[in-house]
């Protein structure tokens, strides 16, 4: 049990009893509530310092705020993960829906490692410091464990199992196994109940908190991370959640400069992944025409959207019902909201796909899965700027917030 629940436990004691032992006066009120209020705050910043360093110890070539790219399926190949990593983030690549040529990618990865060495990272037997990805309830386990015996990447990152959280079970302790522990288990979750169901059934090392406004897939039905974390926060607080170490929380979904870092870390997150903000990059894998997409879209609440249609149109059969992605709305998504067919939708997308798949924007057909936060991204920039310049601004706020939870 971390020992600052327990401190936090005992010293809330009703106001009742606080008033009645002390005949009611209110300086001496005052000053128990400033100091009551100094401890909670100081327990609190206890854990959020513990199970920061908990990150900076696993993955020690990081700098503060921690800051993770997402493992976004057909975008985040090796040199996006990598360059993350070497400024100072932590990359993920994406297994995404298939683990087959795993093998292949990690050796990619290495060799561009190997090229020009991450310091803080670099020998092998600390295997290779950027993460991997898996949509658990396509992936395979068994395809995935020989790849990652192999390079024992620093993390996985598991998503989207078939039916619950027990489906992971093989996952975690398999890979643990496989990596004699070295590649640490990362789970993410988008409600506060998955939260606590992950945190007893799989003990996983860090957690990542998805909301509503992330790009690609998710839950749903959820909340931005704006109420979603501080209620994880406060509930394995609450709850006394007993855990061999404190697990970091990582906030992702709409998140896409320093502002909405700054704000994540004052919520009770650790960290934080951006997907959608490294779809601006040179070093992700996308179609021209879906990066120029990134840039134009604006107001990112009217012109993305939850949705299930762009699955369907492009024959994606399997996600799990509580699951549909965020993209931005386009001619597929209009004409299936005017009542248009699967089928017939899904010829005029096959057909586009066929002129070469150059439909992109509102009058295109070509899913652009992308957060809210795509209104903010005005600038392609290099993988590596957007972690050193979202780390900058976060950190200047921070500093000047003066906010206790600063790293
Ligand atoms: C294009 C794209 C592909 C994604 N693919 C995956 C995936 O394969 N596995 C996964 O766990 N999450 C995936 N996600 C979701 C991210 O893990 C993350 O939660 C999300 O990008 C965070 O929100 P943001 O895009 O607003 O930054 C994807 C997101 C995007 C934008």
Redesign the pocket.
């Known amino acids: 049990m971390d020992p600052a629940c327990n401190i936090s436990g005992r010293l809330r004691l009703p106001c009742f009893e606080l008033l009645v032992s002390h005949f009611i006066n209110p300086r001496w009120l005052l000053t128990r509530v400033w100091s009551y209020n100094s401890v909670l705050l100081s327990v609190d910043m206890n854990f959020h310092q513990s199970a920061q360093s908990i990150l900076q110890n696993d993955y020690p070539w990081t700098k503060t705020p921690f800051i993770a790219s ?7 190949k090796p040199p996006l993960a990598v360059a993350v990593s070497r400024a100072g983030g932590l990359g993920f690549i ?1 297994a ?2 298939t683990s087959e040529n795993l093998e292949e990618v990690l050796d990619e990865a290495a060799e561009l490692i190997a090229e020009e060495p991450i310091p803080g990272a670099s020998s092998a037997a600390q295997g290779l410091p950027v993460g991997v ?3 658990c309830w396509s992936a395979s386990l068994a395809s995935a464990i020989p790849a990652l015996k192999k390079h024992r990447p620093c993390a996985v ?1 598991l ?2 199992p078939p039916n619950d959280y027990n489906d992971l079970v093989p996952w975690v302790t398999q890979i643990r196994e496989a990596t004699s522990h070295h590649t640490k288990i990362w789970v ?1 979750v988008s409600t506060v109940a998955d939260a606590l169901d992950v945190i007893k059934t799989l003990q996983p090392d860090t957690l ?1 908190l ?1 909301g509503s ?6 839950l749903a039905s959820g909340a931005s991370i704006v109420s979603l974390v501080p209620e994880v926060h406060d509930k394995l607080r609450e709850k006394q959640v007993s855990t061999a170490r404190p697990i970091p929380l990582v906030a ?5 400069d320093g502002r909405a870092v700054a704000a994540s870390i004052n919520l009770g997150a650790q960290g934080c ?5 490294f ?1 601006a990059s040179p070093e992700s894998q996308i179609a021209a025409g879906y990066q120029k997409e990134v840039l134009r879209a604006s107001d990112g609440g009217l012109n993305t959207v939850r949705t299930d249609v762009y699955d369907k149109i492009r024959d994606i059969h399997g996600w799990p019902n509580r699951y549909n992605g965020r993209a931005l709305i386009n001619r597929s998504y209009i004409e299936a909201m005017d009542g248009l067919g699967e089928e017939e939708n899904r010829t005029l997308y096959m057909e586009e796909m066929e002129e070469g798949g150059v439909g992109y924007g509102p009058k295109g057909r070509q899913c652009t ?5 795509v209104g903010l991204i005005r600038e392609v920039m290099s993988a590596g700027d957007i972690v050193r310049s979202v780390m900058r601004e976060a950190n200047q706020l921070l500093v000047k917030g003066g906010s206790k939870a600063r790293l």
Do not use: C, E, K, N
């Open positions: 997402a493992p976004m399926a057909r975008v985040a994406a995404g829906y990805g898996f949509i990152w998503f989207a993410q990542v998805q406004d992330a790009g690609g897939h998710g992702a979904g709409g998140i896409s992944v951006m997907g959608t903000r779809l899965y992308a957060g809210t936060g």
